[in-house]
């Protein structure tokens, strides 16, 4: 469903831009069926169903709410394997990188970090983020300031991160996150390299 007119601005607290939930909509659905899509839908708190009736992928949606949506994609559809999360990173990249086509290898890696870092503040309300480049083939790219946190959330970028790059570069992907704010570190500071 698309909204007339503009996207409004963000609501107080922590929201992401509804193309985030969407892209996990879309992973339960091609992975899981549409039957799953409305069994995780009732698994949530009736206040995330409503905040989630409706979806627009440019409007705001709470950060709690994604993250209780990424739990409950786990307890259904892979109970006890904490791996979804980084899989559910991964079709989320697959998910914004597909447009690109078999032109992606074609698109520069750093380029492409960088702009993620520089296009943070259209998805989220919070924090901030920043990319390093330290060599051809590596780089750090860093979220702070979050005001919540949670590590699943962490672990999907984790997969995000991993799944863009390998789809953009055709080669397999070493990341790691190095430093995290649910350790009570200043930052969640994710190593990428990547193979030629």
């Known amino acids: 469903m698309t909204s007339p007119g503009p996207p409004s601005l963000p609501p107080p607290g922590p929201h992401l831009r509804g193309l985030i939930f969407l892209a996990r909509f879309e992973y339960v659905r091609r992975e899981h069926g549409p039957a799953m899509v409305k069994a995780v839908l009732q698994a949530l708190e009736e206040g995330d169903r409503g905040a989630l ?28 394997d904490d791996g979804i999360y980084e899989r559910i990173g991964r079709a989320c990249a697959r998910h914004r990188t597909e447009w690109l086509g078999p032109d992606a290898r074609f698109h520069s890696i750093h380029g492409f970090l960088s702009r993620l870092a520089d296009q943070h503040p259209r998805l989220h309300s919070f924090g901030e983020a920043s990319y390093r ?11 702070a300031k979050y005001p919540e946190l949670d590590v699943a959330f ?3 970028t984790l997969g995000y991160l991993r799944g863009a790059v390998e789809r953009l570069s055709g080669s397999p992907v070493a990341a790691i996150e190095r430093s995290c704010q649910c350790r009570r570190d200043e930052s969640c500071q994710f190593w990428i390299s990547w193979a030629p």
Not at 133 to 143: D, L, V
């Open 53 to 80: 009736h409706g979806m627009d992928r440019r409007e705001w949606y709470p950060f709690g709410t994604l993250v209780r949506l990424d739990r409950a994609i786990a307890r259904l559809t892979a109970p006890g």
């Open 133 to 143: 480049r330290h060599g051809f083939r590596e780089g750090t790219i860093a979220f």
């Open 154 to 156: 962490c672990r999907a």
